[in-house]
Nanobody, 123 residues
Framework: QVQLVESGGGLVQAGDSLRLSCTAS????????MGWFRQAPEKGREFVAA????????YYTNSVKGRFTISRDNAKNTVYLQMNSLKPEDTAVYYC????????????????WGQGTQVTVSS
């Protein structure tokens, strides 16, 4: 069982930066691919970014490439999402996600989810 706790959300202006953190329970953190999804009001949950257990490989949805960076610190059981040049369309609840299989994580079929953290970007 893996428990995920997000932090770092908030209200910012367009063009600002924000860093989300997600800390996981357990001693096998490095065995899990980690990712971030988001859900805007009245929309479905969408994939944002993912990172493999070693941190070598990262994946992004096209709309955030060049603006968002996912990283992880396995010694701290934490994954980060650095969000730069934020836009109003980035407004959503952001969810941390984990699975031992990257393929499941990339399709949102992962086993574990955090409770979500709100990010609001004003224009």
């Amino acid at each position: 069982q893996v428990q995920l706790v997000e932090s770092g959300g908030g209200l910012v202006q367009a063009g600002d930066s924000l860093r989300l953190s997600c800390t996981a329970s357990g001693r096998t953190f490095s065995r899990y691919a980690m990712g971030w999804f988001r859900q805007a009001p009245e929309k479905g949950r969408e994939f944002v970014a993912a990172i493999t257990g070693t941190g070598v490989n990262t994946y992004y949805t096209n709309s955030v490439k060049g603006r968002f960076t996912i990283s992880r610190d396995n010694a701290k059981n934490t994954v980060y999402l650095q969000m730069n040049s934020l836009k109003p369309e980035d407004t959503a609840v952001y969810y941390c996600a984990a699975d031992s299989q990257l393929s499941k994580l990339l399709t949102g079929e992962n086993a574990y989810w955090g409770q979500g953290t709100q990010v609001t970007v004003s224009s």
